[in-house]
């Protein structure tokens, strides 16, 4: 099942998503970090920035925002 890294923030994301991948949350932008290289989708808020030095060793292949 993909893995999809979403914000806590976002709400009843969690319901929409749930039953087509495997889903953990983020709270801060170091949680973002740390979590980002294990995960195959990221949902974010438009305020989060998301650049070159965060997108470094992952396997990203979607970012979206909420």
Not at 1 to 13: E, N, V
Not at 26 to 47: F, M, W
């Amino acid at each position: 099942m993909p893995k999809l890294l979403i914000d806590a923030t976002i709400p009843q994301i969690k319901n929409h998503f749930s039953k087509h991948f495997e889903i953990t949350e983020y709270s801060n932008e170091d949680e973002l970090k740390l979590l980002l290289p294990n995960q195959d989708a990221l949902v974010c808020r438009t305020h989060t920035i998301i650049d070159s030095k965060i997108l470094q060793n992952n396997q990203l292949s979607v970012i979206a925002t909420a």
